[in-house]
Structure formats: structure tokens, C-alpha cells
């Protein structure tokens, strides 16, 4: 299965797909961070997406895990750099959820049982299990939380 260019081993990646996969995933934060970093104010909120991808070997998503371990690695790296202006970064790490990416893994019923299989709550994630995550990162409760990488996966692969 192919969505997006991400799920295919080593053995189909071209370097078309690698380019792809990491402009989006790494060289696009990368370089929209850079320039928020001028314009965002001190005590400010900075959240990567990562997944779940870069704790377990998924070898079927060999360059999207790759790239997700790259922002990861820029998480921390920035929490650390932006600390003194009491910036806040952190990575949420969703595991599935039901969004376009994964539509070819849950459009049949292998896709589904597959997908709900893999969490401890026996079902698949929805897109507002993840922004409940991201507000509480953007608000001020989460003020003493920085370089953290949260996983979102609902106990996939306890």
C-alpha cells in the first residue's frame, strides 16, 4: 500500500520519494520554524508532529520514520535553544488516526482491525485526540513542559 509516497520499504524508495517525503516532513518545519522564530514572543508555543513510527521498527515506513526521527531530534534541539525565552517545543507522536493519510489502512475491514489491534483502547484515533493534545500544549498549563516527545498513540505497541 502507497499513500502519499511514506509506505514503502527501502527496496521501492527512489530518491524522488525520499525528496518528497523529507521536504515535507523535515525541510518545511525546518524553514517555517526559522522564520516564526523572529515573530513568535517569548513564552510562546512551538508543536511538531512526529509519530509513533520513530519507537518501534516499521520497516514499510522506512522514510517517513526516518523523517519523523528527524523532528523529533529538532524538538529537542529547539526546547533546549529556546528555553531562555521560555519557548515551550514538544512533538505529539500519533499513532493511526483516521485522516486522509490512512484512509487506504481503514477503508476495509482487515485495515480496521489491523488499526484498532494496535492500541491498548482497541480502536483507531481521531483527529480530536490529537488537537485535545495540541491545545493543552498551547495553553499556559503546559508552561513547565518542553522537549517532550508525547505519544498519541493510544498505547500502540504496549
Known amino acids: 500500500m502507497k499513500i ?16 518528497e517525503v ?39 515506513v522506512f522514510t517517513y520514520s526516518m523523517s519523523k526521527g528527524a523532528i523529533d531530534t529538532f524538538t529537542l534541539l529547539l526546547a533546549k535553544q529556546l528555553g531562555s525565552r521560555n519557548i515551550t517545543v514538544n512533538a505529539i507522536q500519533p499513532g493511526i488516526i483516521n485522516t486522509e493519510m490512512n484512509a487506504g489502512t481503514l477503508q476495509n475491514t482487515k485495515g480496521q482491525k489491523y488499526a484498532a489491534g494496535l492500541s491498548a483502547f482497541g480502536r483507531w484515533g481521531e483527529p480530536e485526540d ?3 493534545i495540541a491545545a493543552f500544549l498551547a495553553s499556559p498549563d503546559s508552561r513547565w513542559v518542553t522537549g517532550q516527545l508525547l505519544d498519541a498513540s493510544g498505547g500502540s505497541h504496549l
Do not use: C, H, W
Not at 523529507?22 to 508543536?47: E, H, W, Y
Open 130 to 132: 490529537i488537537a485535545d
Open 4 to 19: 502519499y509516497g511514506f509506505i514503502v520499504g527501502i527496496e521501492e524508495t527512489t530518491e524522488a520519494s525520499y525528496e
Open 22 to 60: 523529507m521536504n515535507l516532513n523535515v525541510k518545511a518545519p525546518l524553514f517555517v520554524t526559522q522564520q516564526a522564530l523572529s515573530r513568535i514572543n517569548d513564552g510562546g508555543r512551538i508543536i511538531n508532529i512526529s509519530s509513533f513510527v520513530t519507537r518501534v521498527a516499521s520497516p514499510g
